[in-house]
C-alpha cells in the first residue's frame, strides 16, 4: 500500500488527472452534442443513448487515454537520476511493477466513472430520457474497470521500457485500431490475445454492434474474467522479470 501511495503522492500535480476527467466528459458529450446538431431521435431511449456514447470511446480513445496515463506514470522515473535511484532502491521489481500499474488501473476505473456519470446527466438533461439508464450498463461498465486493468498492466511496461512518452501511446492506438478489426471480422478469441480487443469488446456489451449479441451473457462475462486474469498475469509476469533484468543508465 505505501508503494501505491507514493505513486500518487508523484502525481499530485501531474496532468493525469485532466486526463481522467476530460477525456470520458468530452467523449460522451461530444457524441450527445453530434446527436443533437443531426437532429436523430434516440430510437431505443438509454439505449442508443449508450451505444453512441460509449461504443466508439471504447475503440480506441479509451486505449490511448490508458496509454497517456501509462506515460505520465513513468515519466518521472526517466528524468534525470530517478531511474538509478529506482533501481538501486529497496523495493523489488515486483512491487514497482504492481503499484504502477495499479495506480494506472485505478486511474482508468475513474475514468470509467466519468463516463457513466456523464451518460445519465446527459440522458436526463439534454435529452430528458425517462427513468435510469437500465441495470446492464452499470455491471457492464465495472466490467469494463475490470478490462481496463491488463491494458493498464501493458502500457505501464510499455512506458517502462521507453523513454519516448509518444511512442507507448502510439503502440496504443495502433493495437486498439488492429483489435477493432478483428473485432469487426467477429473474432472473439482475439480478446484472449490483445489486451486493447479485451477492453474494445467489453465496452460494446449489450450494445450489439460488432461482435457483440445484444445480451450480456454468463459465457462472455466468463471470457472476459478469465482473458482479464490471463493477460494480467502473463503481462505483470513478463514486467516483473524485465524489470529484475534491467540495470541503472549512464
Known amino acids: ?28 458529450i461530444s457524441g450527445s452534442i453530434m446527436t443533437l446538431v443531426d437532429g436523430r431521435p434516440l430510437e431505443d431511449g438509454w439505449h442508443t443513448l449508450w451505444m453512441r456514447s460509449i461504443v466508439f470511446y471504447g475503440l480506441f480513445p479509451l486505449a490511448v ?70 441495470t446492464e450498463y452499470f455491471f457492464a461498465t465495472v466490467l469494463t474497470m475490470l478490462a481496463c486493468i491488463p491494458v493498464a498492466v501493458l502500457q505501464s511496461a510499455l512506458s517502462m521500457l521507453m523513454r519516448s512518452f509518444a511512442a507507448p501511446i502510439a503502440i496504443a492506438f495502433l493495437g486498439a485500431g488492429i483489435s477493432t478489426f478483428f473485432l469487426v471480422l467477429r473474432v472473439d478469441p482475439v480478446i484472449f490475445i490483445s489486451p486493447y480487443a479485451l477492453l474494445s469488446r467489453t465496452t460494446q456489451l449489450g450494445t450489439a454492434t460488432f461482435a457483440d449479441t445484444g445480451h450480456i451473457t454468463l459465457p462472455i462475462v466468463t471470457s472476459i474474467v478469465v482473458a482479464t486474469a490471463l493477460l494480467t498475469t502473463v503481462v505483470m509476469s513478463i514486467s516483473t522479470l524485465t524489470l529484475e533484468r534491467a540495470d541503472t543508465r549512464t
Open 1 to 28: 500500500m505505501s508503494t501505491i501511495r507514493a505513486e500518487f503522492l508523484k502525481l499530485r500535480r501531474s496532468m493525469s488527472w485532466a486526463i481522467v476527467l476530460l477525456l470520458p466528459l468530452v467523449m460522451v
Open 65 to 134: 487515454g490508458v496509454g497517456i496515463l501509462g506515460s505520465l506514470v513513468w515519466r518521472v522515473e526517466h528524468r534525470g537520476s530517478n531511474w538509478n535511484a529506482l533501481m538501486s532502491g529497496p523495493t523489488t521489481s515486483l512491487h514497482i511493477v504492481a503499484a504502477k500499474a495499479t495506480a494506472i488501473a485505478i486511474m482508468t476505473a475513474l475514468m470509467q466513472l466519468v463516463a457513466l456519470i456523464t451518460v445519465i446527466v446527459m440522458g436526463k438533461v439534454a435529452f430528458l430520457l425517462p427513468g435510469m439508464l437500465p
